[in-house]
T-cell receptor
Framework: DAKTTQPTSMDCAEGRAANLPCNHS???????VYWYRQIHSQGPQYIIH???NNETNEMASLIITEDRKSSTLILPHATLRDTAVYYC?????????????FGTGTQLKVEL | EPEVTQTPSHQVTQMGQEVILRCVPI?????FYWYRQILGQKVEFLVS????????KSEIFDDQFSVERPDGSNFTLKIRSTKLEDSAMYFC????????????FGPGTRLTVL
């Protein structure tokens, strides 16, 4: 699976948009970009995923560059409850596997 | 909304003892996973399971580990002879089908080996 690079930490004011970048310059054509987050030591929570096109759901938007070498997760109106470690993961399908390889992620701190 | 559940939430055991961690995946899911996270470290893949057999396992998943789906609802991880270094959070995950589908994680079991 391709390696990803994320900033170690970011701060965001409550109510503002949080933009979390991720570099995945070695991504292959069949690899998807997934975003998960982990609050304290809880189980990772799925946020969004995409292949080429930008995606939006009730939690966030995912912007993938045209060359697919980087992406940005956008939380449009961050709240204190969005404070968490955010993981950008690229994953290729491997039969019944499709394991997720977690990095160290970005610690997002949302403040008043 | 359906959830993955795990029991117990916290397990304390003595070194050398066997432990079984239990998971109930989301009911119509077909792919099952175990991950672990040692305190302060990354979440690490252990094993994936599909159609009643292991489809992939990591180097961590040695002969001391085994997985089983004993009935239509439970998915278990057994550690035969626990070591101190097995102390970690263990997360179960499940996925509905093949393709780029989402893995949903349970809340985890904290295993403490004394």
């Amino acid at each position: 699976d391709a390696k990803t690079t994320q900033p170690t930490s970011m701060d965001c004011a409550e109510g503002r948009a949080a933009n979390l970048p991720c570099n995945h310059s070695t991504i292959s054509g069949n690899e998807y970009v997934y975003w998960y987050r982990q609050i304290h030591s809880q189980g990772p929570q799925y946020i969004i995923h995409g292949l080429k096109n930008n995606e939006t759901n009730e939690m966030a938007s995912l912007i993938i560059t045209e060359d697919r070498k980087s992406s940005t997760l956008i939380l449009p109106h961050a709240t204190l409850r969005d404070t968490a470690v955010y993981y950008c993961i690229v994953s290729v399908l491997t039969g019944g596997g499709n394991k997720l390889t977690f990095g160290t992620g970005t610690q997002l701190k949302v403040e008043l | 909304e359906p959830e993955v559940t795990q029991t117990p939430s916290h397990q304390v055991t003595q070194m050398g003892q066997e432990v079984i961690l239990r998971c109930v995946p989301i009911s119509n899911h077909l792919y099952f996973y175990w991950y672990r996270q040692i305190l302060g470290q990354k979440v690490e893949f252990l094993v994936s399971f599909y159609n009643n057999e292991i489809s992939e396992k990591s180097e961590i998943f040695d002969d001391q580990f085994s997985v089983e789906r004993p009935d239509g609802s439970n998915f278990t991880l057994k550690i035969r002879s626990t070591k101190l270094e097995d102390s970690a959070m263990y997360f179960c995950a499940s996925r509905k089908r093949g393709g780029p589908d989402t893995q949903y994680f349970g809340p985890g079991t904290r295993l403490t080996v004394l």
